[in-house]
Nanobody, 117 residues
């Protein structure tokens, strides 16, 4: 069973919106911090946003005010709502679930987001 399954990537023009989804098993969803990372070609993979088990969120400065991370406990799914997209948001976006308490670290397969000017 794949621990994290992403969906929702695609191509959009600058100023548009996309919503990414990441479905997890209940155990992973309830016991891990959940986050979204992105990696552009030739660049390192960087944190975009994260949400803790109690709903505390943290965002990269470059996406504050434009992106919103949320979690739905009924669906064991974490979302990344991306508004006012810019060409520099183009990257492969990865879902991650991790816990320093349990020593877990799971990654999704990645989903491409392309923003054209």
């Amino acid at each position: 069973q794949v621990p994290l399954v992403e969906s929702g990537g695609g191509s959009v023009q600058a100023g548009g919106s996309l919503r990414l989804s990441c479905a997890a098993s209940r155990n992973i969803f309830n016991n891990n911090v959940l986050g979204w990372y992105r990696q552009a070609p030739g660049q390192q993979r960087d944190l975009v946003a994260q949400i803790t088990m109690i709903g505390t969120t943290n965002y990269a400065d470059s996406v504050k005010g434009r992106f919103t991370i949320s979690r739905d406990s009924a669906k064991n799914t974490v979302y990344l709502q991306m508004n006012s997209l810019k060409p520099e948001d183009t990257a492969v976006y990865y879902c991650r679930a991790w816990s320093t308490v349990w020593g877990t670290n799971n990654w999704g397969q990645g989903t491409q987001v392309t923003v054209s000017s």
